[in-house]
C-alpha cells in the first residue's frame, strides 16, 4: 500500500464548504473523497514550463497557423 500523508484544511468559509458537499453528492463521494480527487488532478496537472516546452516544439510563428491547424483538425473527416 503506499505511503499516505494526512491533511488539515483549517477557516474554510461556509460557502465553500456547502459547494465542496454538494460537489462530493454529485459525484457519489463523500467530502473527504471529493478532496482527495481534487487533489489527485491537481497532481496530474502539466507545469505551466512545460506546456511552454510543447508550444515552442510546435514552432508556430504567427497566431494564423495555430487557427489553420485547429480549422484542419476540426473539419478532419476521421474525426
Known sequence: M??????????????VAK???ERAARNHRSRQGE??????????ST?????ATFVRR?????PSESAKMIREDRDDPRR
Open 58 to 62: 510546435l514552432a508556430l510563428s504567427t
Open 2 to 15: 503506499p505511503a499516505t500523508v494526512t491533511l488539515s484544511v483549517k477557516n474554510v468559509p461556509t460557502a
Open 19 to 21: 459547494r465542496l458537499k
Open 47 to 51: 507545469p505551466v514550463g512545460e506546456l
Open 35 to 44: 478532496l482527495q480527487a481534487i487533489l489527485e488532478e491537481a497532481g496530474r
